[in-house]
């Protein structure tokens, strides 16, 4: 990720927050806000919604995923759900082929994440709720966390 389109301190309030399923999400939905705007699918999307929004909207969406990614680790389900009420529930007037694709975006974001954390020694999902230092880091690099 070259730079952040999403700032790391939209995912905790305090230490506390400062969790390893937040930095996956982090993560997350820093990759979703690049699909969003590289797909040539959501050109009409990106015009009507300000990067603000954009940003917002993946901010929104990767903390949904919270009580899917929980339910999948408890084996309650068998994997996360990418969900079209996330959208809906942020965008209720949204069309159902606006949704659909926002979707392929998410689930895009989704798999190239998990390509990329299948290499990781973190193990995000897995140990989710264990404390990090992983934003502390980001702010000792200058890596802008706002």
């Not at 990067?51 to 068998?78: E, G, M, P, W």
């Amino acid at each position: 990720m070259s730079s952040d389109r999403i700032a790391a301190n939209r995912f905790y309030k305090d230490k506390g927050d400062q969790i390893k399923q937040n930095w996956f999400l982090y993560e997350y939905s820093n990759i979703m806000a690049s699909k969003i705007e590289e797909s040539p699918e959501l050109a009409v999307y990106r015009k009507k919604h300000s990067r603000d929004n954009v940003t917002a909207f993946c901010v929104y969406f990767s903390k949904r995923l919270r009580q899917s990614i929980a339910n999948a680790h408890k084996k309650q389900t068998s994997g996360v759900a990418i969900d079209a009420r996330y959208v809906y529930e942020f965008y209720p007037e949204n069309t159902r082929s606006q949704t659909q694709r926002l979707l392929n975006a998410a689930m895009e974001a989704w798999n190239e994440h998990l390509q990329a954390c299948s290499n990781c020694p973190n193990q995000c999902l897995a140990d989710g709720f264990e404390v990090t230092d992983m934003f502390d880091n980001l702010e000792k690099t200058g890596w802008p966390t706002v």
